[in-house]
């Protein structure tokens, strides 16, 4: 079985500074790691997802995370917010290549304050 | 429509009473999900449909719950007998193809069980 665990319920952050949001992983497989993010009201959005080779992935909005497979992490950073990303954001894994059986994390709140 | 379509958005029921979800898929897709989010967590898998058929049903809390998807297409999820604890948001993805490819969430409907 897989496990996602978001480390930080809630980030609050100044615009323009950097940010990190941080998420590990459990499993005896391989997997898939995935970021998405939900802005108020609407549906869940993938930023980034890492599926094999270079560890470093980078997705929409100038996102970018690192998959770590000794730490087995996938923190998701951006080297300067907007107002913008205030959102919650998920990270999950799917361990079965066949479908996309997502196990996610209970989600981090990014507030961005001017 | 151009992206995964649910409805209602909103739906508040009296406990025991019977329940029906549906999800529009976008175009094509013939991988369709459906995931529960209840309040302050991540979504929890609950079944997965490819094509007609639900090829993993694993995540069906008990025998109340059941989804159908007849042509391959639409999908509806059932809940009979409501309780309280049914108080979710029940979202719908659909896919093009299997694992690691990018699931494109709905709106979700927000279920109130009173």
């Known amino acids: 079985a897989q496990s996602v665990t978001q480390l930080d319920s809630q980030v609050p952050v100044f615009e323009e500074a950097p940010v990190e949001l941080r998420c590990n992983y459990s499993?005896?497989?391989?997997?898939?790691l995935f970021w998405y993010v939900q802005y108020p009201n609407q549906g869940l959005q993938l930023l980034l997802k890492?599926?094999?080779?270079?560890?470093l992935v980078k997705g929409i909005n100038g996102f970018e995370a690192e998959f770590n497979k000794s730490q087995t992490s996938f923190h998701l950073r951006k080297p300067s917010v907007h107002i913008s990303d205030t959102a919650e954001y998920f990270c999950?894994?799917?361990?079965?290549?066949?479908?996309?059986?997502?196990?996610f994390g209970a989600g981090t709140r990014l507030a961005v304050h001017p | 429509g151009a992206g995964v379509s649910q409805t209602p958005s909103n739906k508040v029921t009296e406990k025991g009473k019977y329940v029906e979800l549906r999800c529009d898929p976008i175009?094509?897709?013939?991988?369709l999900y459906w995931y529960r989010q209840s309040l302050g967590q991540g979504p929890e898998f609950l079944i997965y449909?490819?094509?007609?058929?639900?090829?993993?049903d694993s995540g069906l809390p008990n025998d109340r719950f059941f989804a159908v998807r007849p042509e391959g297409s639409v999908s509806t999820l059932k809940i009979q007998r409501t309780e309280r604890g049914d108080s979710a948001v029940y979202l719908c993805?659909?896919?093009?193809?299997?694992?690691?490819?990018?699931?494109?969430f709905g709106q979700g409907t927000r279920l109130t069980v009173v």
């Open positions: 993805a659909s896919s093009s193809k299997g694992g690691g490819t990018e699931a494109f």
């Open positions: 175009s094509g897709h013939t991988a």
């Open positions: 890492y599926l094999s080779g270079s560890t």
């Open positions: 999950a894994v799917s361990a079965n290549r066949g479908y996309n059986k997502l196990i």
């Open positions: 449909f490819q094509g007609t058929g639900a090829a993993d």
């Open positions: 499993s005896s497989v391989s997997v898939y």
